[in-house]
């Protein structure tokens, strides 16, 4: 049971046709597997699911091609995973999902085909319990928040008592101009109080900017940066 659990189906380094359609399988149904957990409390894309249960096989063929060497290996499969980030921005739950997809498929390409379905069953039920009893803060949201306010209005401090009323933190990130210098863009991280209207927050924002451009989204990952 230790053997079928925690040993390697290659032999002398090598491996056979029984051993890569074994892993080959097994990468497949555990991708699946990871694209099905990371949809549960939360929004996984269409896309990132794709990506979520292809990765593994992607991984473990590209181990098994550079004959069991990990560190080729991982540079070579490090670089495929960077195609995702250039094209889209990825939250960091999105992030640790992908790295996980590539540790299974690390697993399954060196042989570990049961320790890669244990280490992917463990951490995405260890991920749905943190996220089921709120882990990192129960009704909190941070988001970023970009305002344009013109370039004849004192914006220092001016949203403060907005912000108290409607964050437990606002933090002013970047100032920049714009409009060939006529505006200011304002943009800052902000953690949102339990049930705090958004709508709310830049309505009273828009009576003080003279009604300019107000937007609120989920903040970038910095992974997620053009690279």
């Known amino acids: 049971m230790n053997e079928l659990l925690f040993g390697t189906v290659m ?3 090598s491996f056979t046709g029984t051993a890569f359609i074994s892993a080959t399988l097994v990468s497949l149904a555990v991708g699946i597997y990871i694209a099905f957990m990371a949809g549960l409390k939360g929004k996984a894309s269409r896309s990132l699911a794709i990506t979520l249960a292809l990765l593994p096989v992607i991984v473990q063929v590209v181990i098994m091609l550079v004959n069991g060497n990990l560190g080729a290996g991982v540079a070579v499969a490090g670089a ?23 540790a299974v498929g690390l697993a399954t390409g060196m042989g570990y085909i049961g320790l890669a379905v244990i280490f992917a069953i463990v951490v995405t039920l260890i991920n749905l319990v943190l996220k089921t009893i709120g882990f990192g803060g129960v009704g909190t949201e941070v988001k970023t928040v970009k305002i344009t306010v013109p370039e004849s209005l ?58 300019l451009e107000i937007s609120c989204s989920r903040p970038v990952a910095a992974c997620g940066a053009e690279l």
Request: aromatic residues 10%; hydrophobic residues 40%.
């Open 11 to 13: 032999e002398s380094g």
């Open 80 to 102: 495929f995973s960077l195609v995702r980030f250039r094209s889209q921005p990825g939250s960091a739950q999105d992030i640790t999902n992908i790295f996980l997809a590539m």
């Open 154 to 211: 004192d914006f220092e401090g001016i949203f403060d008592d907005i912000f108290a009323r409607y964050t437990t933190m606002a933090e002013l990130e970047e100032v920049k101009t714009t409009g060939m210098g006529s505006l200011y863009k304002l943009t800052y991280s902000v953690t949102m109080r339990g049930k705090a209207s958004t709508k709310a927050m830049i309505d009273e924002m828009r009576m003080r900017n003279g009604n």
